[in-house]
């Protein structure tokens, strides 16, 4: 039963995450310059969203490849190569394939793009290279994550004893604010988000959800908050770690009560983070050709960003082939 819980609130965590992401994808034109209440939105979910990501990223890391076996390869032990093969066809091919979307999609409405694109194999070999200069930026993401699953074989050494836990938990500390400014491959943003990353592998190895979180949620509620508020007047590193634990002990909290809660799209995030920008553009694009009210269509970018890419994975769940489903990082539906 413990088991089915946290999975469950671990599920409702990732929709509140997602949730946030779109919400700071659907600003209407240039931050700081549209209404207050837009304004808000988007420095809330830019306070804490992608950290959030991160930490639940090294959590579920944990739980599914370093302290799992391998089905699919015969019950054995997940070996180095096989997660980096696993996570290459989960988020590298399905970042080149929106990648290269992008770019088509640019190079087919410049006059409706912000951000112009060309088409000769240097520039394409940049957006790949240089990923936060992606024709679909957002897939940084994906990059730096990945830079964490190589560094498998060091996770597996620090995490081994406790202090040196604590000394990486420094080290990668300092290395968030202070790092070398190299946009190759997304290095910096590695160096400036290894820290979440690990806090996700370090929650999870000290159990922290059944000793603390469960059976204190409330306080950690009230912690979070205060923390977050603390954060807004001196670190904006403070500001994400309180809405990081907010978060955690909101999810705790909503799978008791709302069990149910972001069901319609929490099983889809990583496919909502994929295509769901393309379904905002969409909608920002049609905004500026129709007199339509501001918040409607801002709530309407929200709308399209989540459910439009929950359609179109449902209905390539219904074709079932596995190479569209490698590509939306999906799993093959089994019969």
């Given at each position: 039963?413990?088991?089915?819980?946290?999975?469950?609130?671990?599920?409702?965590?990732?929709?509140?995450?997602?949730?946030?992401?779109?919400?700071?994808?659907?600003?209407?034109?240039?931050?700081?310059?549209?209404?207050?209440?837009?304004?808000?939105?988007?420095?809330?979910?830019?306070?804490?969203?992608?950290?959030?990501?991160?930490?639940?990223?090294?959590?579920?890391?944990?739980?599914?490849?370093?302290?799992?076996?391998?089905?699919?390869?015969?019950?054995?032990?997940?070996?180095?190569?096989?997660?980096?093969?696993?996570?290459?066809?989960?988020?590298?091919?399905?970042?080149?394939?929106?990648?290269?979307?992008?770019?088509?999609?640019?190079?087919?409405?410049?006059?409706?793009?912000?951000?112009?694109?060309?088409?000769?194999?240097?520039?394409?070999?940049?957006?790949?290279?240089?990923?936060?200069?992606?024709?679909?930026?957002?897939?940084?993401?994906?990059?730096?994550?990945?830079?964490?699953?190589?560094?498998?074989?060091?996770?597996?050494?620090?995490?081994?004893?406790n202090w040196v836990m604590w000394v990486t938990i420094i080290v990668l500390t300092v290395l968030h604010f202070w790092h070398p400014n190299i946009q190759f491959l997304c290095i910096d943003r590695a160096f400036e988000y290894a820290i979440w990353f690990f806090l996700g592998l370090f929650v999870f190895k000290m159990n922290f959800i059944e000793n603390v979180l469960v059976k204190r949620v409330y306080l950690v509620l009230?912690?979070?908050?205060?923390?977050?508020?603390?954060?807004?007047?001196?670190?904006?590193?403070?500001?994400?770690?309180?809405?990081?634990?907010?978060?955690?002990?909101?999810?705790?909290?909503?799978?008791?009560?709302?069990?149910?809660?972001?069901?319609?799209?929490?099983?889809?995030?990583?496919?909502?983070?994929?295509?769901?920008?393309?379904?905002?553009?969409?909608?920002?694009?049609?905004?500026?050709?129709?007199?339509?009210?501001?918040?409607?269509?801002?709530?309407?970018?929200?709308?399209?960003?989540?459910?439009?890419?929950?359609?179109?994975?449902?209905?390539?769940?219904?074709?079932?082939?596995?190479?569209?489903?490698?590509?939306?990082?999906?799993?093959?539906?089994?019969?």
């Amino acid at each position: 039963m413990m088991e089915r819980k946290k999975i469950n609130w671990l599920l409702i965590l990732q929709g509140w995450a997602m949730l946030w992401v779109i919400i700071g994808h659907s600003y209407l034109g240039i931050v700081n310059v549209g209404p207050t209440w837009e304004n808000l939105l988007v420095k809330i979910a830019y306070s804490f969203h992608m950290p959030l990501f991160m930490l639940v990223s090294g959590w579920l890391f944990f739980l599914t490849r370093l302290s799992t076996i391998n089905p699919s390869w015969g019950g054995q032990k997940w070996t180095y190569g096989r997660i980096i093969i696993d996570k290459s066809l989960r988020l590298l091919l399905p970042g080149f394939v929106f990648s290269l979307l992008a770019l088509v999609l640019k190079l087919a409405f410049p006059g409706e793009m912000s951000r112009q694109v060309g088409l000769s194999l240097r520039d394409i070999a940049h957006q790949y290279l240089y990923p936060n200069d992606n024709p679909m930026r957002e897939l940084w993401f994906i990059a730096t994550l990945f830079w964490f699953f190589l560094l498998t074989p060091f996770w597996n050494v620090v995490l081994k004893k406790n202090w040196v836990m604590w000394v990486t938990i420094i080290v990668l500390t300092v290395l968030h604010f202070w790092h070398p400014n190299i946009q190759f491959l997304c290095i910096d943003r590695a160096f400036e988000y290894a820290i979440w990353f690990f806090l996700g592998l370090f929650v999870f190895k000290m159990n922290f959800i059944e000793n603390v979180l469960v059976k204190r949620v409330y306080l950690v509620l009230i912690v979070g908050v205060m923390i977050y508020i603390m954060g807004l007047y001196s670190l904006k590193f403070i500001t994400t770690m309180g809405g990081i634990v907010f978060s955690f002990a909101f999810a705790i909290i909503a799978d008791k009560y709302i069990p149910k809660l972001f069901i319609g799209f929490r099983n889809y995030t990583y496919q909502i983070f994929l295509m769901g920008i393309f379904a905002q553009i969409a909608v920002k694009i049609i905004y500026r050709h129709v007199n339509m009210p501001y918040i409607l269509v801002f709530l309407l970018c929200v709308v399209a960003g989540i459910y439009v890419p929950v359609i179109v994975s449902k209905i390539l769940q219904k074709i079932n082939c596995r190479f569209l489903l490698l590509c939306a990082g999906l799993n093959k539906k089994k019969k």
